[in-house]
């Protein structure tokens, strides 16, 4: 079965300092890796996603992601947080080869708080 | 573009009864994806339609289950609706399956009473 964890429930971190959301996976085979935000009472917004090629993804907002298969993880980052990125992180997982019917599954999300 | 749209944004209801959830996908896409978001729980993955038919189903009781309609919009049924059904019921819609994208609408927030 696949699974993420995301092993921190919180991230502090002051504006202007660079930012790292971890997040590590388990799967069967290759992995299709995603990043999500989630503001209070929103739905999900995606940021970036990992397919193939090369292992740093960047995506919307500034934000990046590394993908590391001998970890098995895919952390975001930011050179530069910004008080506006304060939110919920989700991490997700699919199977490359899971089948047609194959599942996104979530970690259970880590919240970012960053100071002024 | 339209994102994906969800109706009604919120929703109030009794021990027992049934709640009917709606899904508007993002026009050109064919999937479609119901999630649970309950408080300390993460998501949930609940159900998913592709061409109108159930792909895949997450680990949830018969008495939620769901359709997809020609159109590709989707219902979300709860029967028997119980006090841990409160949740955020959150949709999402891809073009298809495998690598593609999931794109979110705004959730409906079912309260239980």
């Known amino acids: 079965a696949q699974s993420v964890a995301q092993p921190e429930d919180q991230v502090n971190v002051a504006e202007g300092n660079p930012l790292t959301v971890k997040c590590t996976y388990s799967v069967s085979g290759n992995p299709y890796l995603f990043w999500y935000v989630q503001y209070p009472n929103r739905g999900l917004q995606f940021l970036l996603k990992?397919?193939?090629?090369?292992?740093l993804v960047k995506g919307s907002y500034g934000f990046e992601a590394e993908f590391n298969k001998s970890q098995t993880s895919f952390h975001l980052k930011k050179p530069s947080a910004l008080v506006s990125d304060s939110a919920l992180y989700f991490c997700?997982?699919?199977?490359?080869?899971?089948?047609?019917?194959?599942?996104?599954?979530f970690g259970k999300g880590i919240t970012l708080s960053v100071r002024p | 573009e339209a994102g994906v749209t969800q109706s009604p944004t919120h929703l109030i209801k009794t021990r027992g009864q049934q709640a009917t959830l709606r899904c508007s996908p993002i026009s050109g896409h064919t999937s479609v994806y119901w999630y649970q978001q309950a408080l300390g729980l993460g998501l949930q993955f609940l159900l998913w339609?592709?061409?109108?038919?159930?792909?895949n189903r997450g680990n949830f009781p018969p008495r939620f289950s769901g359709r997809q309609f020609p159109n590709y919009s989707s219902e979300l049924n709860v029967n028997a609706l119980e006090l841990e059904d409160s949740a955020l019921y959150l949709c999402?819609?891809?073009?298809?399956?495998?690598?593609?994208?999931?794109?979110f609408g705004p959730g409906t927030r079912l309260l239980v009473l």
């Open positions: 990992y397919i193939t090629g090369d292992n």
């Open positions: 999402a819609s891809s073009i298809s399956q495998g690598w593609e994208t999931q794109y």
């Open positions: 339609y592709d061409e109108g038919e159930e792909r």
């Open positions: 997700a997982v699919r199977a490359r080869r899971a089948g047609a019917n194959s599942k996104l599954t």
